[in-house]
């Protein structure tokens, strides 16, 4: 099966039912987006596929063929980070960090389709759950990568 992962068409080997999260850290060695749940219900597991937020724990790869995938490694580099990851720097939203690469993916589909979205636009879209408690830096650093964002436009 071919799987087109950040930008590149990648063979996939797994069996077409292994979930989408463990061909992308098992078998192509993305590991920014992590296991939390199992169960879809935290969001750690976040990607872009086709430009929406989706959950990687437990569907199977198969799904996604013929699919753009987006990881975290494809959104920025530590030199030149998206603006969603300038707005976290700017406004130190992680302590752990583990949540970070889903809610940074959850945040970059949401101001795609909402480029400045209100705080009920976020409370809706952005579902991932942070064991930190860092809500409040992550709804004003979603509010500083839209004016980021906006100021580029």
């Known amino acids: ?7 590149v068409e990648r063979e996939i080997h797994s069996d077409e039912t292994t979930p989408l999260l463990w061909v992308l850290r098992d078998e192509l060695g993305l590991t920014g987006t992590k296991f939390g749940c ?5 969001g750690a597991c976040t990607v872009l596929i086709d430009g929406e937020a989706t959950r990687s724990c437990v ?15 494809h959104l920025g ?7 969603v990851q ?10 752990c960090g583990y949540c970070q690469s889903g809610m940074i993916c959850a945040t970059t589909a949401l101001l795609a389709k909402h480029p400045q979205p209100s705080d009920a636009d976020i409370d809706a879209n ?18 500083e990568a839209a004016r980021l964002l906006g100021d580029k436009r």
Request: one cysteine or more.
């Open 1 to 7: 099966m071919k799987l087109t992962v950040n930008d």
């Open 126 to 143: 952005i579902t991932n759950l942070c064991r930190c408690g860092t809500y409040p830096r992550v709804r004003a650093a979603i509010h």
């Open 77 to 83: 580099t530590s030199s030149q980070p998206s603006a």
């Open 38 to 42: 199992g169960v879809m219900a935290c």
């Open 86 to 95: 300038a707005a976290w720097i700017a406004q130190q939203v992680p302590q």
């Open 59 to 73: 569907l199977p790869v198969s799904t996604f063929a013929g699919r753009q995938v987006v990881t975290i490694e």
